[in-house]
């Protein structure tokens, strides 16, 4: 068995919620806009790091802008009353031009690894309980200006990420662990730090009010302590136990913090109706084209 952060995530979320993902297959007809513009602005400096470790030119503002057009073109893309394709091209556009300053002024340097490529969207993996595999895809392993060793985090989001998230999040725990795990592999010493960029996707202001696009950090602390290293694991085990024993339970939750209110599957869920799914062979080609 092969999990994941994002894959536990959904199970601890909504177990009904996971059972339609990952064990019936089904997938929404429409991608969510975020989703798409995530995707193609994390290509878009992703391979801009890589470039820059390797000493070639790369710009990714015309990336984006090449990448979301021809996303768009291929993808049946849903947006909400207040997105537009057009709203999500100029903040894109606006952060992938401000990432190459960025990227100098926050002194990192992104790793070389053993093959002679950058450590930038690493796959890796470890046995985190027997039997079950942990994977993850760490978005950059770097050194500091202070040259610590650091693994971080690269987020897309509205608003920065709450100090928890940063502290006992548990993507960054499984991302310690997994770099801890295959240090020898990367030829890489201890972990010093961890963290994360943040690229905020705020609508460019066609007033010049407001805060505009931004990205912000290095946000870096401390690796997680030994206790939060044991206790992620105790839970994996944990979480996988449930899942073996098909324990796929609704989680409405409460008014205030239902998941259903943005769940993919609430048609299904609470009506019954598969309107607005894919399934698997349907899904499988959505999914190829994003
Ligand atoms: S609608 Fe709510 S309970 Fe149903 S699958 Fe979605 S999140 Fe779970």
């Known amino acids: ?90 903040t894109g556009v606006a952060l992938a031009r401000e990432f190459p300053a960025f990227w100098e002024r926050s002194g990192l340097t992104a790793l070389i690894g053993p093959g002679g490529q950058p450590m930038v969207e690493q796959k890796l993996t470890v046995e985190i309980v027997p039997g079950v595999d942990l994977r993850g895809y760490i978005d950059l392993v770097a050194l500091t200006a202070d040259g610590e060793m650091a693994v971080i985090d690269l987020k897309t989001a509205m608003t920065p990420a709450p100090e928890a998230t940063l502290l006992i999040g548990e993507q960054l725990t499984d991302y310690q662990i997994l770099a801890d795990a295959n240090r020898q592999r990367l030829g890489i010493e201890s972990i010093a730090r961890v963290g994360f960029i943040e690229l905020l996707k705020r609508q460019v202001s066609k007033t010049g009010r407001g805060k505009g696009p931004e990205i912000v950090g290095p946000t870096l602390a401390p690796p997680r302590t030994e206790t939060l290293v044991s206790e992620r694991r105790e839970k994996i085990d944990h979480l996988v136990t449930q899942i073996r024993k098909g324990a796929f339970f609704r989680n409405p939750g409460m008014a205030y913090n239902t998941p259903c209110s943005m769940c993919e599957f609430r048609n299904l869920c609470l009506h019954g109706s598969m309107e607005g799914l894919a399934r698997p062979a349907e899904a499988k080609v959505q999914l190829s084209a994003v």
């Open 1 to 90: 068995m092969e999990i994941s952060f994002s894959r536990l995530h959904k199970y601890e979320t909504c177990g009904a919620a996971y059972h339609y993902y990952y064990v019936r297959g089904l997938r929404p007809e429409q991608v969510s806009a975020n989703l798409l513009f995530g995707k193609v602005l994390h290509k878009a400096k992703t391979d801009y790091i890589k470039a820059h470790a390797l000493g070639e030119t790369d710009d990714p503002a015309a990336m984006f802008e090449r990448e979301w057009a021809r996303a768009l073109g291929q993808t049946i893309v849903g947006f909400s009353a207040t997105q537009s394709p057009e709203a999500f091209h100029d």
